[in-house]
Nanobody
Framework: QVQLVESGGGLVQPGGSLRLSCVVSGGAFSTYYMGWFRQAPGNEREFVATISWTSERMVYADSVKGRFTISRDNARDTVWLQMNSLKPEDTAVYYC??????????????????????WGQGTQVTVSS
């Protein structure tokens, strides 16, 4: 079956950087949009960024535009989230998810976690002085 495994989380000071990775196994990685979502304690899971199967289109939440960059390498079945200028409000568990490309074509789907078919277990990111 399809498995997603995140890594790269940790403790970082405000203004610092962190790079998250997600490796996918058991499926056709190149057929999926890959997204990053995050969830802080007491909050609902929120959209962060997503990337199309050919990397021609990336979509970001307003809260992370200009600070975060999503990328992927289909030959390595891996997607990354480069996070710069981190803020305390970025503290959350970060999850990667896989969205079928055909499903992703409808408006608004890529920002809605309910449409993502597979999820990783998450990696903790803590931004604190």
């Amino acid at each position: 079956q399809v498995q997603l495994v995140e890594s790269g989380g940790g403790l970082v000071q405000p203004g610092g950087s962190l790079r998250l990775s997600c490796v996918v196994s058991g499926g056709a990685f190149s057929t999926y949009y890959m997204g990053w979502f995050r969830q802080a304690p007491g909050n609902e899971r929120e959209f962060v960024a997503t990337i199309s199967w050919t990397s021609e289109r990336m979509v970001y939440a307003d809260s992370v535009k200009g600070r975060f960059t999503i990328s992927r390498d289909n030959a390595r079945d891996t997607v990354w989230l480069q996070m710069n200028s981190l803020k305390p409000e970025d503290t959350a568990v970060y999850y990667c998810g896989a969205l079928r490309g055909a499903t992703a074509q409808a408006s608004g789907v890529v920002k809605n976690g309910a449409y993502y078919e597979y999820w990783g277990q998450g990696t903790q990111v803590t931004v604190s002085s």
